[in-house]
């Protein structure tokens, strides 16, 4: 029972590992992903066969689309970017000293 919910809360945190780590530390989340499969798969059942692994994994990975998109305000795109309004011409420098 413990491991199942262990495994459950394995695989719903590990998409969120991968989305919130750098990127030169994504590989090293995954890894640390499939040894904590690998242990659980060693010492207890194997964590592939159960559903709690997929529910988790389909779960960690809508969650994070999910957030993903409603914090892009549901567009893609770099174009939103706010420009700096125009100083006064009268404060610009004109190089002379």
């Not at 590992?17 to 989340?29: I, S, T």
């Not at 957030?67 to 939103?80: A, N, T």
Request: glycine share 14%.
């Amino acid at each position: 029972m413990l491991s199942d919910i262990a495994l459950l809360l394995i695989a719903f945190i590990a998409p969120w590992g991968v989305h919130l780590a750098p990127a030169r530390r994504r590989g090293l989340v995954m890894v640390v992903f499939v040894a904590a499969l690998l242990l659980i798969g060693i010492f207890g059942t194997n964590p592939l066969a159960t559903w709690h692994l997929w529910v988790g994994l389909l779960g960690g990975v809508l969650t994070v689309a999910a957030v993903s998109v409603m914090g892009s305000g549901g567009h893609r795109g770099g174009g939103s970017r706010r420009r700096r309004p125009q100083s006064d011409p009268s404060n610009q420098q004109t190089g002379e000293l």
